[in-house]
């Protein structure tokens, strides 16, 4: 008998059984058996090899395997299938950022959350990508989606409310908190953030409590002590802060910021023996850290150590708060070498008190062999057009000539190597216009009382917007004790804040108020010539007043600006200038007692016309 062989079964179609092989993949991708999981992926691209799941979830394997440009041309492949899925979007621009292509990370982003406005993963993926291009207000929306979608979501809250701080908006940052704790009420750091916005606020109470709260759930935890000491320093409760930077620096010895801190509230209280070690230590623990190092550099250059002070005050420019913007230049940046032919672009970047200050040493680079070019405050161009040692002055709005090389005006003294004993004080290096020192002598001479005395220039006030200005500047009716000094007449300088409390200037003092005829610099210039004298807080005029060679006096706070040094009525930068420092914080009195009675002297030796 003849056997004939069993038939065969009949083939299954391999794309039959992409259905289960995908559900048994993502099963043991959940499960983090990912090694399963990319066996039956593999399965299912060998059956079809463009079926956009397995493509997509290929790719985020290689996400979380680190290889991120795989996940990228895997996620982008499963999106030419299947377009219209907004999680495959979500992944690719998670894949785009995590290769630093954030701008198209952004855009993958926003297609994602375009097709699913509930997609939270598409929120938050937006959200990290508008954060690391700094655009926090869009990163704030994209986040306050998501907190809508995911309300119990409290680290995404946290990340909110630091968000809108960094877009500038404390208050939304307020609310954003206050939902939060009304989730966890006992959530440290958000306590902690809290009472940084609302320190943020001037709300000082408030920010208060909320750090007390902060520090009964975590109360050795090092950043929330820092923090807490930070706003006692602005409340002047300076001990307390010290006793709370301490105890940060126990429990976290490596604090840099808390030794950066101590360093400024020892500052503040000009125990520099003090401040200089615990600014060193920030330097050491945080190198990369601005604060810390121009920290040091102010304390350096107060105390009369200008070389290595320029040289760490030199990271000023990158702190988040400096006044200036950070600006691209096409040249580089001058290493200090002069170089035939070299045109130096020499550009201001803070106040135009320090513009004043420095632009002598335009003059040393000139000496030796650069043409200078000086970008300055439009309000300076016409005092400083002409100077000696400046080739050409333009103002900060204008378009740059051709230059080889450029340098902040207050990084020149470090490139030259100056010292405290070399610094150019020469004076005057500033000049005056005689059409305009002509027209203001007429001015003064049509004066009532004028040539009787002692003619005196007052400016009580500076710029509110200085970080300072609190403790610097001050009230006309502070100055009362002049008006009794016979034989001086009293003419005010003073433009912007306070100018108008010239119009009832203290009783018995004659004061003739220039400050709404005087239109720039160089009229103030011209009427310093036809004064005896300057009394002035700190402020740009007292710069003036020194460059232009003109007796001034100078009314110091109790800590004063780095230029000031400390323990010196002399100044090294103007010689016809005389400090008048406070011996306590915010104490006026005794200082202007002292320049009354300076005054007075001063006068005794005038003969009344």
């Known amino acids: 008998m003849r056997h004939h062989s069993p038939s065969s079964a009949p083939p299954v179609d391999a794309k039959a059984l992409i259905p289960g092989l995908l559900a048994s993949g993502m099963a043991h991708h959940s499960a983090g058996r990912l090694a399963e999981a990319e066996q039956a992926y593999r399965q299912i691209l060998a059956a079809d090899s463009q079926h956009p799941d397995a493509l997509h979830l290929m790719g985020v394997l290689a996400l979380q395997v680190n290889k991120p440009a ?3 041309d895997l996620i982008a492949q499963a999106i030419r299938g299947n377009p219209g899925s907004a999680i495959y979007f979500s992944n690719l621009g998670s894949a785009l950022r995590r290769l630093g292509r954030i701008d198209d990370s952004i855009a993958a982003c926003r297609e994602a959350t375009r097709l699913d406005r509930s997609l939270a993963d598409g929120f938050n993926n937006l959200a990290n990508a508008l954060t690391d291009r700094q655009l926090y207000g869009e990163a704030a929306d994209a986040l306050t989606r998501l907190v809508a979608l995911r309300p119990q979501a409290v680290e995404q809250r946290l990340l909110l409310a630091n968000t809108l701080m960094k877009a500038g908006r404390p208050a939304d940052a307020v609310d954003a908190l206050n939902a939060l704790l009304r989730i966890d009420g006992r959530n440290a750091p958000a306590l902690n953030n809290l009472g940084v916005c609302l320190r943020k606020l001037k709300r000082n109470e408030e920010a208060e409590a909320a750090y007390r709260r902060a520090l009964e759930i975590a109360p050795d935890d090092a950043g929330m002590l820092s923090n807490y000491g930070t706003l006692l320093m602005e409340l002047e409760r300076t001990d307390d802060a010290i006793a709370l930077f301490r105890t940060a620096i126990g429990h976290k010895p490596d ?22 070690p615990a600014m060193r230590e920030g330097v050491r623990l945080c190198p990369d850290l601005p604060e810390a190092h121009a920290g040091l ?11 290595e002070g320029f040289r760490e005050y030199d ?28 045109t130096l672009l020499v550009h201001d970047e803070q106040g135009v008190g320090d513009t004043m200050q420095f632009v002598r040493f335009a003059q040393i680079a000139q000496a030796r062999g650069a043409r200078v070019i000086v970008e300055c405050n ?21 378009p740059l000539p051709p230059h080889d090389a450029h340098v902040p005006l207050l990084s020149l003294p470090q490139e030259l190597g100056i010292s405290l004993d070399t610094i150019p004080a020469e004076v005057p290096y500033l000049r005056t216009e005689p059409g305009l020192v002509s027209h203001w002598g007429e001015r003064l001479a049509a004066l009532p009382a004028s040539g009787t005395g002692l003619r005196v220039g007052l400016v009580w006030a500076g ?26 007449r009293f003419v005010s300088l003073q433009k912007g804040a306070g100018a108008g409390q010239a119009a009832n200037p203290p009783p018995g003092m004659e004061l003739v108020d220039l400050g709404p005829e005087i239109g720039n610099f160089a009229d103030t210039a011209a009427i310093l010539q036809h004064l005896d004298l300057l009394v002035t807080v700190d402020t740009s005029v007292a710069h003036l007043a020194g460059a232009l060679g003109r007796p001034v006096w100078v009314l110091l706070p109790f800590f004063p600006d780095w230029r000031w040094l400390h323990g010196t009525d002399a100044s090294p930068w103007y010689p016809t200038m005389r400090l008048f420092r406070q011996e306590r914080p915010r104490d006026w009195e005794p200082v202007i007692a002292r320049v009354a009675d300076a005054l007075r002297a001063m006068a005794d030796g005038v003969r009344p016309a």
């Open 255 to 276: 604090f840099g910021e808390a030794h950066l801190n101590l360093g400024l509230a020892y500052r503040s209280q000009m125990r520099l023996a003090e401040a200089v």
């Open 70 to 72: 795989v996940a990228a």
């Open 315 to 342: 990271w000023r420019s990158r702190m988040a708060d400096f006044p200036s913007p950070r600006r691209d230049f096409t040249a580089p940046r001058w290493d200090g070498v002069f170089r035939p032919g070299l």
């Open 463 to 488: 710029s509110p917007e200085h970080k300072n200005d609190r403790n610097r500047s001050l009230a006309l009716a502070r100055l009362a004790p002049l008006a009794g000094v016979a034989n001086a």
């Open 378 to 398: 439009t309000q300076l161009t016409r005092l400083l057009d002409g100077m000696p040692g400046v080739d050409r002055v333009i103002g900060r709005t204008s």
């Open 297 to 307: 550099g102010e304390l350096l250059l107060l105390d009369g150590q200008l070389e």
